[in-house]
């Protein structure tokens, strides 16, 4: 399985929206947790939402009710779509793919992607 690859950062204002997505390469007969984390420049990774592989989505306080995350099996693919966004929501943002031990695909292993800029600008 290769890496998961984010996309579709940039630069926005205040207020402003985003839609990143995230390539995961995951395997059809595998099960896997995915999510999304960011990091801001001197503060640590931090979760910023999750899809389990039940189906259940979580997401942090901080960006409850803006933050959109959703799931394409068929693609392959999880997107992050973020709204109202603020300065504080600059970081650089990564998906995490964690496959899940069970007897057909053996250990559990997780992978993080490369990472996509979001600048926010007041």
């Known amino acids: 399985q290769g890496q998961p690859v984010e996309s579709g950062g940039g630069s926005v204002q205040a207020g402003g929206s985003l839609r990143l997505s995230c390539a995961t390469s995951?395997?059809?007969?595998?099960?896997?947790?995915l999510s999304w984390h960011r990091q801001a420049p001197g503060k640590e990774r931090e979760f910023v939402s999750g899809?389990?592989?039940?189906?259940?989505?979580r997401y942090a306080e901080a960006v409850k009710g803006r933050f959109t995350m959703t799931r394409d099996d068929a693609k392959m693919t999880v997107d992050l779509i973020m709204t109202g966004l603020q300065p504080e929501d600059t970081a650089m943002y990564y998906c995490?793919?964690?496959?899940?031990?069970?007897?057909?695909?053996?250990?559990?292993?997780?992978?993080w992607g490369q990472g996509t800029q979001v600048t926010v600008s007041s």
């Open positions: 995490k793919r964690v496959r899940l031990a069970t007897v057909y695909c053996g250990a559990g292993a997780s992978h």
């Open positions: 899809i389990e592989s039940t189906g259940i989505t």
């Open positions: 995951v395997s059809t007969v595998c099960k896997y947790d």
